[in-house]
């Protein structure tokens, strides 16, 4: 095999190792954000109260 081959070779098998990281990481909540569930919910919150002040 060329380095080249090898290169990519050893991309490939990063590319599938992060994939599964990332799958993990879904999975068991690690990647979950509290600050970005706020957001979510004073984005509704004015939605909902916002009509309700006019």
Known sequence: M???NNI???LN???EIVKK???L???SGENFNVFKVQ???DK???KTNGVLSL
């Open 8 to 10: 990519q070779n050893l």
């Open 39 to 41: 957001k979510n919910l």
């Open 44 to 46: 509704d919150y004015v």
């Open 25 to 27: 990481a879904q999975l």
């Open 21 to 23: 990281y990332d799958d």
């Open 13 to 15: 098998q990063i590319s």
């Open 2 to 4: 060329s380095e080249q």
